[in-house]
């Protein structure tokens, strides 16, 4: 059975930061392109950080520059660093297989930015 945890959301200031993890179980991780998605209240999920199997990543505009991705395929662990955070980064962020999901989701780990 497939099982993905995410965690290390809270609550962030504007441009502060916060590292998000996400621990996988029951899937063969190292060979899959993996991803971090968000879903805003009232708003669809989306896709905002790509990795592949060997680390390369792919950012929407949104959060290019900003959001970094990492993986440890040993640990079955993979991380998005959030920098200069803004407001309208607050989502629930979950993680994945990418760019077509799994039917599989974690509860997801909330994200909150504000003064």
């Known amino acids: 059975q497939v099982q993905l945890v995410e965690s290390g959301g809270g609550l962030a200031q504007p441009g502060g930061s916060l590292r998000l993890s996400c621990a996988a179980s029951?899937?063969?991780?190292?060979?899959?392109?993996m991803g971090w998605y968000r879903q805003a209240p009232g708003k669809q999920r989306e896709l905002v950080a790509t990795?592949?199997?060997?680390?390369?990543?792919i950012y929407p505009d949104s959060v290019k520059g900003r959001f970094t991705a990492s993986r440890d395929n040993a640990k079955k662990t993979m991380y998005l660093q959030m920098n200069s955070l803004k407001p309208e980064d607050t989502a629930v962020y979950y993680c994945?297989?990418?760019?077509?999901?799994?039917?599989?989701w974690g509860k997801g780990t909330l994200v909150t930015v504000s003064p």
């Open positions: 029951g899937i063969n991780f190292g060979l899959y392109t």
């Open positions: 994945n297989r990418a760019p077509n999901p799994g039917d599989y």
């Open positions: 990795i592949t199997r060997t680390g390369n990543t």
